[in-house]
């Protein structure tokens, strides 16, 4: 987003009226067919062919979405409601010619899919992503925007937004990329609230929930989400000057959302198909903590390879194994500093992640920096043509978070934190707002913790895809690494007898020659079925073993030999042999006494 405007300066004019206010209004007759009608009134329009657009990307998401897909009967007419000429130069542009000085627009919005990048319009919400839901003019990107919410008063629906409230149903935005970075729920949700004071001010931090459960689970997990507000200002020192002096959860747990996060200047959508009731007064919570450590880490300490924002095409950045991976890392952290979470359960959350990490080929390929440029391709991005990402790609949200691990562990060998380094940054450029590269985030970290250690990370970890002494980093806290060795592997992804998957670069099964698609027929002369599959088979064989293996493909026998090799993957467990030391260091890290 677009971060660079002064709030009280664009007030003033807007009070003053020497600031012309683009107007929208989006009512909900149709919420059962999922429509929504949008109109849209442009005052002073001074160019003779006036453009404008549906956007094709949303903030924090890093993919193409052409929203324009889900927009129809556009109309336009003049200030008098004459109608005008109108000319498609693009999938995503309506350009304007003919007008008196003034353009009014109307459409149908089509929405369907509630998360945190798209809209849905029905008889329980209208959950409204403004990219997804609103056209905008380029040459008015720097108007102020009102925009009346047509109510449906016969649902009990309500507005929950960080856009200011002007009166009634009636809000405000400074400009359009603040418009545009503020989320909506409107339904009949329930609202909890706190106040945190941070720099001689008061912050009101809420949480407008549209649910089906009960307040007293609702009261609950709001104590939940308050503890781990509260443990991430003290990673930083501060909270953020939010805007407007509030913060907004806009959370939707319905059985027909999809399960997202996503963060935004003043707020976050979190949904999930899970109920409160169904544990997630507590499963629910990685989200809150995720989207919460972004106002801070990528909303405000933020890249600039994402700054000014394109909504027009998509923004390409180097550093999401930070922005985001680093986020990642603090997600269950902080969940576990706020007791919320056993340090027991917490170690074990690494496994997945640690082993997904550093027994993929993808680091054959590519280093942090480089995964972090594939993000237009995977951040729910969609394509028709298969893809052999199982070998290529890993998500900059996995390695970076195993990449703030063994950061935060190694620093503290040298009486020193991931946190007190994320103050550093905080107060040089994220409180200044001031975006940062690459290079800024090495030279702070040698600032930091020294020319040779910070250096040594970047080049071996950041610039390369090198793998930290994690055996040694997890043993200063106590915690034990192991691989179980004796367990056969064989490098690809099998069910029953059929392989579903691409096989993984010079691993057992890619050597050997099998492929996504292939069916074991039989194994040393023994048929495979569908009781007696290959499946079953491996777990009775050892590393070392050779297999004679007969399979189809394309409708054709063939024949090939496999020696199994030696399960790569890890365990992570809190060693019971540590020493006082390690568990001392175990628990400043945790926080936990």
């Given at each position: 987003?677009?971060?660079f405007?002064?709030?009280s300066?664009i007030?003033?004019?807007?009070v003053?009226?020497?600031?012309?206010?683009?107007s929208?209004?989006i009512?909900?007759?149709?919420?059962q067919h999922h429509e929504?009608?949008?109109e849209?009134?442009?005052?002073?329009?001074?160019?003779?062919?006036f453009?404008?657009?549906?956007?094709?990307?949303?903030p924090g998401?890093?993919?193409?979405h052409?929203?324009?897909?889900n927009v129809y009967?556009?109309?336009?007419t003049?200030?008098?409601g004459?109608?005008?000429?109108?000319f498609?130069?693009?999938?995503?542009?309506?350009?304007?010619?003919?007008?008196?000085g003034?353009?009014?627009?109307?459409?149908?919005?089509?929405?369907?899919?509630?998360d945190?990048t798209?809209?849905?319009?029905?008889?329980?919400?209208?959950h409204?992503?403004?990219?997804?839901?609103f056209?905008?003019?380029p040459?008015?990107?720097?108007r102020p925007?009102?925009?009346?919410?047509?109510?449906?008063?016969?649902l009990?629906w309500?507005?929950?937004?960080q856009l200011?409230?002007?009166?009634?149903?009636?809000?405000w935005a400074?400009n359009?990329?603040?418009?545009?970075?503020?989320p909506?729920e409107?339904?009949?949700?329930?609202v909890r609230?706190?106040?945190l004071?941070s720099?001689?001010?008061?912050?009101?931090?809420?949480f407008?929930?549209?649910h089906?459960?009960t307040?007293?689970?609702?009261?609950?997990?709001?104590?939940?989400?308050?503890?781990?507000v509260?443990e991430?200002?003290?990673?930083?020192?501060?909270?953020?000057d939010?805007?407007?002096?509030?913060?907004?959860?806009?959370?939707?747990?319905?059985?027909h959302?999809?399960?997202?996060?996503?963060e935004?200047?003043n707020?976050?959508?979190?949904?999930?198909?899970?109920?409160?009731?169904d544990?997630?007064?507590?499963?629910?919570?990685?989200?809150?903590?995720h989207?919460?450590?972004h106002?801070?880490?990528?909303?405000?300490l933020?890249?600039?390879s994402l700054?000014p924002?394109?909504?027009?095409?998509?923004?390409?950045?180097?550093?999401l194994?930070?922005a985001?991976?680093?986020?990642?890392?603090?997600?269950?952290?902080i969940?576990?500093?706020a007791?919320i979470?056993e340090?027991?359960?917490?170690?074990?959350?690494?496994?997945g992640t640690?082993?997904?990490v550093?027994?993929s080929?993808?680091r054959?390929?590519?280093?942090?920096?480089?995964?972090s440029?594939q993000?237009?391709f995977?951040d729910a991005?969609?394509?028709?043509?298969?893809?052999?990402?199982?070998?290529?790609?890993?998500?900059?949200?996995s390695?970076?978070?195993?990449?703030g691990?063994?950061?935060?562990?190694?620093?503290?060998?040298?009486n020193?934190?991931l946190?007190?380094?994320f103050k550093?940054l905080?107060?040089?450029?994220?409180?200044?707002?001031i975006?940062?590269?690459?290079?800024?985030l090495?030279?702070?970290?040698?600032?930091?913790a020294?020319n040779?250690?910070g250096t040594?990370?970047?080049?071996?970890?950041?610039?390369?895809?090198?793998?930290p002494?994690?055996?040694?980093?997890?043993?200063?806290v106590?915690?034990?690494l192991?691989?179980n060795?004796?367990?056969?592997?064989?490098?690809?992804?099998?069910?029953?007898?059929?392989?579903t998957?691409?096989?993984?670069?010079?691993?057992?099964a890619?050597?050997?020659?099998?492929?996504k698609?292939?069916?074991?027929?039989?194994v040393?002369?023994?048929?495979?079925?569908?009781?007696?599959t290959?499946?079953k088979?491996?777990?009775?064989?050892?590393?070392?073993?050779?297999?004679?293996?007969?399979?189809?493909?394309?409708?054709?026998?063939?024949?090939?030999?496999?020696?199994l090799?030696?399960n790569?993957?890890?365990?992570?467990?809190?060693?019971?042999?540590?020493?006082?030391?390690?568990?001392?260091?175990?628990?400043?890290w945790?926080g936990v006494e």
């Amino acid at each position: 987003m677009k971060r660079f405007f002064t709030l009280s300066l664009i007030v003033f004019f807007g009070v003053l009226g020497m600031a012309q206010t683009n107007s929208y209004r989006i009512s909900f007759e149709n919420a059962q067919h999922h429509e929504g009608q949008v109109e849209i009134s442009f005052p002073e329009v001074k160019a003779p062919i006036f453009s404008v657009r549906m956007p094709n990307s949303s903030p924090g998401r890093y993919a193409f979405h052409s929203f324009a897909k889900n927009v129809y009967g556009f109309k336009a007419t003049d200030g008098k409601g004459n109608p005008v000429t109108v000319f498609r130069p693009n999938p995503y542009q309506w350009d304007i010619s003919g007008h008196d000085g003034t353009v009014n627009i109307s459409y149908t919005l089509f929405a369907n899919r509630a998360d945190g990048t798209y809209s849905q319009i029905d008889e329980t919400h209208a959950h409204l992503n403004m990219p997804a839901s609103f056209m905008y003019a380029p040459d008015h990107k720097e108007r102020p925007i009102e925009i009346e919410f047509d109510l449906r008063e016969d649902l009990g629906w309500k507005v929950a937004t960080q856009l200011k409230r002007q009166k009634g149903n009636t809000y405000w935005a400074p400009n359009f990329y603040y418009f545009m970075d503020s989320p909506t729920e409107i339904s009949n949700h329930s609202v909890r609230s706190f106040t945190l004071p941070s720099n001689g001010k008061d912050h009101e931090i809420r949480f407008a929930l549209h649910h089906e459960g009960t307040e007293t689970e609702f009261d609950q997990f709001f104590e939940n989400v308050k503890k781990i507000v509260i443990e991430q200002e003290k990673v930083f020192g501060e909270l953020p000057d939010f805007d407007f002096g509030s913060y907004t959860f806009l959370g939707c747990y319905m059985p027909h959302v999809n399960g997202d996060g996503m963060e935004h200047r003043n707020s976050t959508i979190v949904t999930s198909k899970r109920s409160l009731a169904d544990g997630g007064i507590t499963r629910n919570l990685g989200t809150v903590s995720h989207e919460f450590f972004h106002a801070w880490n990528v909303e405000r300490l933020r890249p600039l390879s994402l700054e000014p924002f394109d909504f027009d095409h998509v923004d390409m950045s180097g550093e999401l194994w930070f922005a985001e991976g680093f986020t990642s890392y603090y997600t269950n952290l902080i969940i576990c500093r706020a007791g919320i979470m056993e340090p027991e359960e917490f170690v074990g959350t690494f496994d997945g992640t640690f082993n997904y990490v550093w027994n993929s080929n993808g680091r054959k390929f590519s280093n942090p920096i480089e995964m972090s440029y594939q993000a237009p391709f995977v951040d729910a991005a969609t394509s028709l043509d298969p893809q052999n990402r199982g070998n290529t790609f890993i998500s900059y949200y996995s390695y970076g978070a195993a990449l703030g691990l063994a950061l935060d562990l190694s620093l503290r060998e040298k009486n020193l934190n991931l946190d007190d380094f994320f103050k550093k940054l905080w107060g040089q450029y994220g409180k200044k707002e001031i975006p940062y590269t690459i290079e800024n985030l090495h030279h702070a970290l040698n600032a930091y913790a020294g020319n040779e250690f910070g250096t040594a990370f970047f080049e071996k970890y950041i610039y390369r895809s090198g793998m930290p002494d994690y055996k040694r980093l997890f043993a200063s806290v106590g915690i034990a690494l192991e691989q179980n060795s004796e367990r056969a592997y064989f490098g690809g992804y099998i069910e029953g007898n059929a392989i579903t998957d691409n096989t993984l670069i010079d691993r057992p099964a890619y050597n050997a020659g099998l492929a996504k698609g292939d069916r074991i027929l039989a194994v040393d002369g023994q048929p495979m079925d569908d009781e007696n599959t290959f499946e079953k088979l491996l777990g009775s064989k050892k590393p070392g073993d050779v297999l004679q293996l007969k399979f189809e493909r394309h409708g054709k026998t063939r024949e090939t030999q496999l020696e199994l090799g030696k399960n790569p993957t890890y365990s992570i467990s809190m060693d019971p042999d540590a020493t006082a030391a390690q568990i001392t260091h175990r628990k400043a890290w945790l926080g936990v006494e």
